[in-house]
């Protein structure tokens, strides 16, 4: 099966700019989990879609939203963009029902300046 | 509140030696457990579970209840065990959302 593949992979902004970042899941799974990682706040969990519908979600402003298509695939957005949404964004899929796996992607790093 | 408390940014041991990586957790229900290792220039991925009780490349954790830890180890520490290692628990309330811990970079010394 092909992993979990996220475009692009780097980007650069400039701040008050937005941006789109992509995420197509493992064949046959259909929760896609967002998270933000950087060196100082480690893994944080952005938001997760289920079947269309977004199932959980973090302590991010509403700047962040995102959307999952019916064939799985998940795109997140940023508007606005700050020099603290500098990051690696990544992107986990699973089949969504119960404690399963998360298989992650290869993660978009979104510099802003 | 639930959460997942590794206690070191930074762990460093010479190879060879034993390896714990701690994690305690806050959590009134039944907790499910993972750790996840992020190596250098590789993606993040499932290192193991406590439900699957297996040892992955000579690495156990044993969920303590009592003590609310699921700590790892491994009783010779290797030079590619040098990764990033994070452990999280599924919320079966949020449909098992995963609650991470901040993660503790592991060094292997030669």
């Known amino acids: 099966k092909a992993g979990v593949t996220q475009t692009p992979r780097y980007l650069i902004k400039t701040r008050g700019q937005q941006v789109t970042l992509s995420c197509s899941p493992i064949s046959g799974h259909r929760s896609v989990s967002w998270y933000q990682q950087t060196p100082g706040q480690g893994l944080q969990f952005l938001f997760e879609?289920?079947?269309?519908?977004?199932?959980n979600k973090g302590n991010f402003p509403g700047r962040f939203s995102g959307r999952q298509f019916s064939n799985s695939r998940s795109e997140m957005n940023v508007s606005t963009l700050e020099l603290g949404d500098s990051a690696l964004y990544l992107c986990?899929?699973?089949?969504?029902?119960?404690?399963?796996?998360?298989?992650f992607g290869p993660g978009t790093r979104l510099t802003v300046t | 509140a639930q959460r997942v408390t590794q206690p070191e940014k930074l762990l460093s041991v010479f190879k060879g030696a034993p390896v714990e990586l701690k994690c305690n957790y806050s959590?009134?229900?039944?907790?499910?457990l993972f750790w996840y290792v992020q190596y250098s220039r590789q993606r993040l991925q499932l290192l193991l579970r406590?439900?699957?009780?297996?040892s992955i490349k000579g690495f156990t954790a044993d969920l303590n209840k009592g003590e609310t830890s699921f700590h790892l180890k491994k009783p010779f520490a290797q030079e590619e065990d040098s990764a990033m290692y994070y452990c999280a628990l599924s919320r079966m309330a949020s449909n098992y959302q995963l609650i991470w811990g901040a993660g503790t970079k592991l060094i292997i010394k030669p």
């Open positions: 986990a899929s699973s089949l969504g029902q119960g404690a399963n796996e998360q298989y």
């Open positions: 406590h439900i699957s009780r297996e």
């Open positions: 879609y289920f079947s269309e519908t977004q199932r």
């Open positions: 959590y009134s229900g039944s907790p499910e």
